[in-house]
């Protein structure tokens, strides 16, 4: 019979898979609670639901399932929807209430970049960034007065028809999405038609991201020009919260250092971190350490163990009854007459007949 694990035992790690459901799950019943968002349940649930996604995230990263030199078409189905990891983490971010606000956007900001890139190497968008800083690019003075009026009208137009059009296409995609995600339920359904269900899906959030990048470049002014009031004219938060830190998929220490959105300053985990942290937190085993307690199955398969001591009980008791053992033989007939005279169910009947 295999051998219990301790309860002093870690609890089996989530698969990826488990890790982004959940953490999707969660982001998508927040819209669902019916309370501010600065109130202690609505930041609770953000705050569980980004642990989830980071978690997923750097599964994502050890499991190395993107790379810049592959298409669309060569990404396994149930991948596809890891895509979005960056996408939710940037929305999620933007609904803490707790820490530096300039601190929450620049964060934000790295991951939809990192997620707009993302799909740019894909070919699902052509996201044209403007600027790599963190700063929102200044007009030149001069230019700016040496615009003609006429100039200033045609691009205030194209602007208003590009956002017109965008919104268009967004509306088309959220409503495909939902056809889509009827047809998900069917018991039988086609990998063909999930796979279109996870592409729809990450062009609807690349919408998204955009208008998110967007509301971003128009806040970060705001906050600088708060910046330079002065210190009284910030709210400062009532306990110290640490600075926030984007963990984007990435591989390896080259890839942390110039993937991504391009903020080396902002660093991300690797592989080699991420297991190191988890030998430290105890979750993971310690190689450099030796095996202590009780076998698992799996390692005793490994190892050329069994841990079933059914057969080796049954061979004993075969071979003391072979050589008429007096011991065995008396304790095998005492258990006999014990069951002749005390049948199974006659125990306490709580004084029923």
């Known amino acids: 019979m295999a051998t219990a694990l301790p309860d002093s035992a870690p609890p089996p790690e989530k698969t990826l898979a488990q890790l982004f459901t959940e953490g999707l799950n969660l982001f998508n019943n927040l819209g669902k ?65 707790c820490g530096e606000r300039k601190n929450i956007i620049a964060t934000a900001d790295t991951y939809f970049r990192d997620f707009l890139q993302r799909c740019n190497d894909y070919g699902l968008s052509d996201h044209k960034f403007s600027d790599n800083q963190l700063e929102p690019a200044k007009p030149n003075e001069s230019q700016a007065q040496g615009q003609s009026q006429m100039d200033m009208i045609v691009k205030s137009v194209n602007t208003r028809a590009s956002k017109i059009q965008r919104f268009k296409d967004k509306k088309e995609l959220q409503e ?37 990048l967007q509301s971003i470049d128009m806040e970060k002014p705001i906050l600088d020009h708060i910046e330079k009031m002065g210190p009284e004219m910030r709210k400062q938060p009532k306990i110290p919260v640490k600075p926030l830190k984007p963990i984007i998929i990435t591989r390896d220490e080259i890839q942390k250092a110039v993937y991504g959105a391009g903020y080396p300053s902002l660093p991300t985990m690797t592989v080699a971190e991420f297991y190191d942290k988890r030998v430290r937190d105890g979750i993971f085993p310690d190689p450099n350490k030796p095996k202590t307690g009780p076998m698992s199955m799996q390692e005793a398969a490994l190892a050329g163990i069994s841990l079933n001591n059914e057969d080796k009980e049954a061979e004993e008791k075969e071979n003391l009854e072979e050589a008429d053992d007096e011991d065995f033989l008396a304790s095998e007939r005492a258990r006999d007459e014990y069951k002749d005279d005390h049948r199974r169910g006659w125990g306490n009947r709580m004084n029923r007949s």
């Open 33 to 97: 609670i019916d309370e501010p968002t600065n109130s202690p349940n609505v930041q609770i649930n953000v705050r569980k639901a980004m642990t989830l996604l980071e978690d997923a995230t750097r599964l994502a990263s050890m499991a190395n399932i993107f790379s810049r030199n592959e298409a669309i078409n060569e990404i396994p189905t149930e991948h596809i929807q890891y895509l979005l990891l960056p996408a939710l983490l940037g929305s999620l971010t933007l609904q803490l209430t």
């Open 176 to 212: 495909k999405l939902v056809v889509l995600k009827e047809n998900l339920n069917n018991e039988h359904v086609d990998d063909e038609i999930k796979r279109d269900y996870f592409l729809t899906l990450v062009k609807t959030y690349i919408y998204e991201a955009v208008d998110e």
